[in-house]
């Protein structure tokens, strides 16, 4: 077996492993050419070459599908921030596209903290109340809740809040003759005395009012305290009187991989991150480049392989030693080569070290500035 030089790449015909880019013209293009550089570039010239043309073709092929896997990964780490939750969908079409940045995994996390508050998050806010019996002190909220049928039996609930009375503020505008006065003119002020005198105070103001008011209606307004340890209510002091008491509740049997919820779907790690194989025609010299190196560092191991199946070979007077352990030691190494150059390029051109190096140019630029003699303004 020898490589045919006078062969060519068709598609259908080239039995090549995974067929991925046999439909591209430029594929089939460097697949040929591939066949000649290894034929001269491992002696074929002076002696036979172990290898047919499919060996090289399915050389190309893997070398091609490494370079697109390592360069989807390091895209993917680049970007994966970005598009946790996103449809996984295909899995080609996107492997050349650059995500908005809408800071998907920071709102994530900080659906937890709001909804701790709370403020929002994934889980629905739900709401019940129950009424104090005379001379009860303690009230085992899961048990209420279960046999109103708001919690499932044997689940359990959150309390997030409770309380007796609105949970609001209002506001009220005095003045040191009137009770009350309202706002007229451009603010809509009526029924006020000629004695009224209006201040235009400023915000904080207000907002120190409000907080005022809330503790005051805590304070002031509340006969009772409570804790809760193990979702029981304790009321301190026992009430003698029924008192409707409110409070909110999140269900703690809602699981955090809820099918239902849009939440827990989509892309969650590298796995199905809805990239594809690069397309051979987009990849650009830098990347043919590397591919075509790899590609001969392949089939020079396969052509080791090929020459270890039978170390010595007998000749008239002698026999003939092959070389196939250096070549595969060789190829091994180059493969190994190639790939640290590959990744340690990738590892440069991530969009987080894309950021530092731009912020650390801005510095080298601002420190340059920094030195030029300031201009002399003459008005």
Known sequence: MSLDLTASFIHGSASVPFGTYNTETPFQTDANSMVRFVHVKLGGETLGVELVNNDVYTCLEESTLEYSSTVNGYHAKSILADILGSPTGSLSGHENKLARLDLALAKRKSQAYSQEVPIGGTRPLHSASITTVGGQQAYDLNTLLSASDLVASGSRAEIKELFHFSPTAAYRFFDTTSAINYLHNEFSFESFTPETVFYMLPIWEDVLRAQMLETSHLVRRSNYSYDIVNNVLRLYPVPTTAVNLYFTYYKMDDSVFDDADPWTRGVSNLSNVPFGTLTYSKIN????????????????????????????????????????????????????????????????????????????????????LAKAPMGIFIG
């Open 285 to 368: 010299s830098i990347g043919r480049q590397w591919i075509r190196r790899f590609a001969f560092a392949l089939a020079k191991e396969l052509l080791g392989l090929n020459r270890s199946k039978v170390a010595n070979v007998p000749i008239p007077n002698g026999e003939l030693v092959l070389n196939g352990t250096d070549l595969v030691a060789q190829a091994r190494e180059e493969q190994a080569i190639l790939r640290e150059e590959l990744k340690t390029m990738l590892d440069d051109t991530t969009y987080s070290k894309l950021a530092k190096e731009e912020m650390e140019a801005a510095e080298a630029l601002r420190s340059q």
